[in-house]
């Protein structure tokens, strides 16, 4: 299949989903090989003229910290009024030195870094809205209001946030891809496979960074 990638147009963003060190090996809530991302995301971010930034972004005591529910532990499922919430270890705490970006990101024009699951009793894996799945966090109207229509989206983690964000950007008539090779997966329980078909189900694209990049 030709496709043809025009990625330095205004229409297009490049979205680059919570690339943080509690994410990073060694940190709070580790992605394996989540690291070996920054050089690829650098290159790729050098074609675009758009560039959007996310950040987990949580106050101490957040509803998806495993020691908010005493009794119960990291990685365990619950159900909170809003829905099912995968309990994890304390990450991203707002202002800590694991909530900080990578350093050895290199993306200067980045024009926006929207910070998400500021709310203390509702999770954000989404870029586009909270777990509750009615509270926008505003960065639909962001992109529309600046005329992108498609965006690549890239990052940590591949079966949760990067999965949330891209199909929710898909049912707000984004046209979306996931670049595969440019995101990393927790894999908890089969959720990268389960992650991948809701995607796919939805119209999100599955590219390589080959395709964007060239040979
Ligand atoms: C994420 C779990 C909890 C992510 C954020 O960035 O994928 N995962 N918070
Ligand atoms: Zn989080």
């Known amino acids: 299949m030709l496709t043809l990638h025009n990625l330095a147009d205004r229409r297009c963003a490049l979205l680059v989903i919570d690339m943080q060190y509690d994410f990073m090996p060694g940190g709070a809530l580790a992605v394996k090989e989540g690291d070996a991302l920054v050089p690829l995301i650098n290159r790729l971010g050098r074609r675009f ?51 900080q ?49 498609t965006l690549y989206v890239v ?25 595969e090779d440019a995101c990393r997966a927790i894999d908890l329980d089969g959720s990268l496979a389960g992650a991948w078909q809701a995607m796919l189900g939805l119209g999100v694209q599955r590219v390589q960074s080959q395709d964007l990049l060239g040979g």
């Open 155 to 179: 990052g940590l983690a591949l079966d949760f946030c990067v999965a949330w964000s891209a199909q929710d950007a898909c049912k707000a008539g984004f046209t979306t891809y996931v670049v």
């Open 101 to 149: 970006l990578h350093a050895d990101l290199d993306l200067p024009h980045a024009q926006l870094i929207a910070r998400k699951g500021c709310n203390p009793d509702i999770d954000s894996y989404s870029a586009f809205m909270e777990a509750d799945r009615s509270t926008p966090t505003g960065l639909t109207g962001y992109l529309r209001e600046h005329g992108i229509d």
């Open 49 to 99: 003229t758009r560039v959007i930034l996310t950040q987990d972004w949580h106050p101490a005591g957040h509803i998806s910290f495993a020691p908010s529910h005493p009794g119960h532990e990291p990685f365990q499922r619950i159900t909170l009024p809003y829905g099912p919430q995968t309990l994890w270890p304390v990450h991203c705490v707002q202002g800590s030195q694991g909530a």
